[in-house]
């Protein structure tokens, strides 16, 4: 967990240090102005961008699910007299870098060792296109989330090494002495993601329907699964 932690932190200073809070399409006028309109009128809708004619504050076709998180906010945003609009740019910085924890789980569920799973999620997070999108307001970051929390429980769903009372990954389910010493350190950072194989299904069930609804495309990766 600590490890983690040390992930989350690490990706969001460095993402804080790349920080505009300034549109870069169009589309974000439109998911920005869906968030706000939630947040205030109770209504999912978008004004129309000055000197825009291509969006014309269009957003009933799009998936509230960025909206719905992005309200919470513009309510903490307005209680504290901040900007709105610079608040909601906020967003992506932690949702990236909670995505990266959740790929160094993911990792660490496929049984590599902690190192690496640090390693991959850094990466993750600094070389890819995970970092570029950190700095806008776009659905990918949130959909990419739930879709990372999906395979997460999908891979404890199906991991071999369970007891009775659930999946859980100790050392003490190793066949012999040696290979216990060997993924002792593995098998304590792993403990935390102990869940019953059947709450491991409905999480990732719950997580694709999330994902789903902040971005229709997420159902392509149903069939994967």
Known sequence: MRTAVFVFALLVSIYSLTYSGAFTTDDEHLFVGGAESLARLGDYEAKQAYGNSRTRGNIQDVEPGQAVVGSFFVRWADA????????????????TAL?????FW???ALDFQIGTATLTAILF???????????TYFRDPLAALMLACAYLCFEL?????K???GVFFTAENAENAERARKVSARSAAKRSLSISRLTAWALTCACLAA????KSTVAVAIPVL
């Open 80 to 95: 504290n007299g901040l900007g709105a609009t610079q608040s909601l740019f906020l967003l992506n910085i932690f949702v």
């Open 163 to 165: 007891s009775s009372n």
């Open 211 to 214: 994902g789903v609804f902040v």
């Open 99 to 103: 995505t990266a924890c959740v790929v």
């Open 106 to 108: 993911i990792v660490l």
């Open 157 to 161: 769903a199906i991991a071999k090494d």
């Open 125 to 135: 997070g600094l070389g890819t296109m995970a970092w570029p999108y950190a700095q």
